[in-house]
């Protein structure tokens, strides 16, 4: 069988230290025939000798350019700017189906080169999403929120690992715990932020989508901590869980941790706030000092819990990359998006 020469290139964000697939995925690829190549990263968490060892191919960060034409270039997050027109096949999270900022150029680019994205949000099984980093993303979004409202989240923050964040969270726990809501919190997401918030030792209320049909503001607004975890299409008719005049008083609202963070688009369930915040400055402050309401949305909260999040995403993708040949199963499901959005777009 077709065996596609799979292209694991190195992330654009200085920041990104996630791999798609770990070695010893890679490893069991290439004895079912694959051909892996493997850029060179300052930054990946997995060092490229381990890819080496288990025998990859390596090339040099962004040769992907000039990768041979049927090859797969996988990643995680966006492409770098150039070069202007994508030929290959791409396989990360390009965020651009939903207006998103910049994702009409991005499509663009594949338009005018003729290149194919298959989105790893849109591989779906009878419409359930296969692949994600949904769990961690839900892990790290809590566990920022709650160090935020116990005054331990002071400056920049960093790749880390779970045992180190997890001593964080239990020595911290207050005599009197947390009020915090999960929305979503049957999800990967809600799920991964409803267990960081047990260890932390809140009180967790647990919502999804049956218990914001009819929104309850004062209850919802009663809880210290929130954690917003749903997929939201925009479409759905959902009104908005926390808006700008949810800053006036009462509330006992102190900390938003935005997991879903579609900040930019429409489907933004927190419209309170409009943009993405970062590692360099995680905490973004509404209201005023003396009762503030503290959003945090970081768009890559699966990056600080790199090892982890990269053998969980490998674990779910690696499966699928033998329908990729004949864009079979979940692929053909992303494909059919990228056609809707590139040809009809
Ligand atoms: N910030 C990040 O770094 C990061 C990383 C990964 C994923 N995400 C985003 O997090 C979101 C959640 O991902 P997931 O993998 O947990 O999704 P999921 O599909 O596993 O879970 C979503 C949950 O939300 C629920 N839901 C949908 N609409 C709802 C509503 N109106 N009210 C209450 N609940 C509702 C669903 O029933 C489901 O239980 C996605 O938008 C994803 O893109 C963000």
Redesign the pocket.
């Known amino acids: 069988m077709t065996r596609p020469h799979l292209w694991i290139r190195a992330e654009a964000r200085p920041t990104e230290q996630r791999v798609p697939i770990v070695p010893a995925d890679a490893a069991r690829l290439i004895a079912d025939g694959f051909e892996v190549t493997v850029e060179e990263s300052p930054t990946r968490v997995v060092p490229i000798e381990e890819y080496v060892a288990v025998g990859c191919r390596t090339a040099p960060a962004g040769s992907w350019e000039n990768a041979p034409d049927g090859a797969v270039v996988v990643g995680i997050k966006e492409l770098p700017d150039h070069p202007a027109d994508l030929r290959h096949t791409h396989v990360f999270f390009a965020h651009a189906y939903k207006g998103q900022e910049g994702a009409e150029e991005v499509l663009e680019r594949f338009r005018r080169g003729g290149g194919e994205l298959l989105d790893v949000?849109y591989l779906t099984v009878g419409g359930?999403?296969v692949v994600?980093?949904?769990f961690w993303?839900?892990y790290v979004?809590a566990a920022l929120a709650v160090l935020h409202a116990r005054g331990l989240l002071t400056g920049p923050v960093e790749p880390m690992t779970r045992d180190a964040l997890d001593a964080r969270l239990r020595e911290s726990t207050p005599g009197t715990p947390e009020r915090a809501l999960v929305?979503?919190?049957?999800?990967?997401?809600?799920?991964g932020a409803t267990e960081a918030l047990g260890v932390a030792g809140c009180a967790v209320t647990r919502?999804?989508?049956a218990?914001?049909a009819e929104l309850d503001r004062a209850a919802m607004l009663d809880h210290e901590i929130l954690v917003n975890?749903?997929?939201?299409s925009g479409s759905?008719g959902?009104e908005p869980f926390v808006r700008p005049e949810d800053v006036d008083p009462p509330r006992r609202l102190r900390v938003v941790g935005?997991?879903?963070?579609?900040v930019t688009s429409a489907a933004n369930?927190i419209p309170l706030n409009t943009a993405i915040t970062t590692w360099d400055e995680p905490v973004r402050r509404f209201g005023t000092d003396e009762h503030p309401l503290d959003v945090i949305?970081?768009?890559?909260?699966?990056?600080l819990l790199p090892r982890e999040a990269s053998e969980s995403f490998s674990a779910e993708l690696t499966p699928l990359l033998p329908d990729l040949a004949d864009r079979s199963g979940p692929w053909a499901a992303s494909l059919e998006w990228f056609r809707r959005h590139v040809h009809d777009g």
């Open positions: 949000e359930k999403r994600a980093f949904g993303a839900g979004g929305i979503g919190s049957r999800g990967r997401s809600g799920t919502w999804d989508r218990d914001t975890c749903v997929v939201s759905d959902q935005d997991v879903t963070c579609d369930l949305a970081i768009d890559n909260l699966p990056s």
